[in-house]
């Protein structure tokens, strides 16, 4: 089966500039959770969707956004891209959005704004 | 607080040493599960166990094994008999009772020397 897959696998944009990513989760996965992962340190929570609707949300800026389609896969949408957006975006699937539930990762997105 | 700390930034072994990756975990919740990954130069975190707040069974899988200690709030980590594939950073997470965020430690760097 296939893992979590995400688009594109790297991405260079200029400041100010929008940016969207994808993430198709695991075959009947129902939940997707977005993290930024800046270089050198840990992944930091961004947002997390189950069947379409948003259950969490990280301590990020409005610039950030997220949506989840009927079939599960999402996209992030970031805004007026700043310098320190650069990072690795990771996405995670699981069965269900509850805390009892292991989180799958995708290789990311590797995000450098000039 | 929802807290994980890491205190070992970079450990440095010669193969076949045993090595022992610490963590330390913040949170006022009964009910919460920990998480161990793994993440090679590629990107992708890769998942290695989940264990909840009520099993405080020491777990091992071939040559990984985990220690739980709910008195010293730990989920420490040890490698057996390491491997150069063993390289990567590893990085313990938390999952609170609020849904299904995961808040991760800065990770630690593991470089297996041949």
């Known amino acids: 089966d296939a893992g979590v897959t995400q688009s594109p696998t790297h991405l260079i944009k200029t400041r100010g500039q929008h940016v969207t990513l994808r993430c198709s989760p695991i075959s009947g996965h129902k939940s997707v959770s977005w993290y930024q992962q800046v270089l050198g340190q840990g992944p930091q929570f961004i947002f997390q969707y189950y069947e379409k609707e948003e259950r969490g949300r990280g301590n990020f800026p409005d610039r950030f956004s997220a949506r989840q389609f009927p079939n599960y896969s999402s996209e992030l949408n970031v805004n007026a891209l700043l310098l320190g957006d650069s990072a690795l975006y990771l996405c995670?699937?699981?069965?269900?959005?509850?805390?009892?539930?292991?989180?799958?990762f995708g290789p990311g997105t590797r995000l450098l704004v000039l | 607080a929802q807290k994980v700390t890491q205190a070992q930034t970079e450990i440095s072994v010669v193969e076949k040493e045993d090595v022992t990756l610490d963590c330390v975990y913040e949170t006022r919740d009964t009910t919460y599960y920990l998480f161990w990954y793994k993440q090679p130069p590629s990107g992708e975190l890769v998942f290695l166990i989940r264990?909840?707040?009520?099993?405080?069974q020491n777990e091992i899988s071939g040559r990984y094994s985990w220690n739980f200690q709910k008195s010293t709030s730990s989920f420490n980590f040890t490698i057996t008999a390491s491997q150069v594939v063993d390289s990567a950073v590893y990085f313990c997470?938390?999952?609170?009772?609020?849904?299904?965020?995961?808040?991760f430690g800065q990770g630690t760097e593991l470089s297996v020397k041949p």
């Open positions: 997470a938390l999952s609170p009772n609020q849904g299904g965020k995961l808040i």
């Open positions: 264990r909840n707040s009520f099993d405080e």
């Open positions: 995670a699937s699981s069965l269900t959005s509850g805390i009892l539930e292991t989180q799958y």
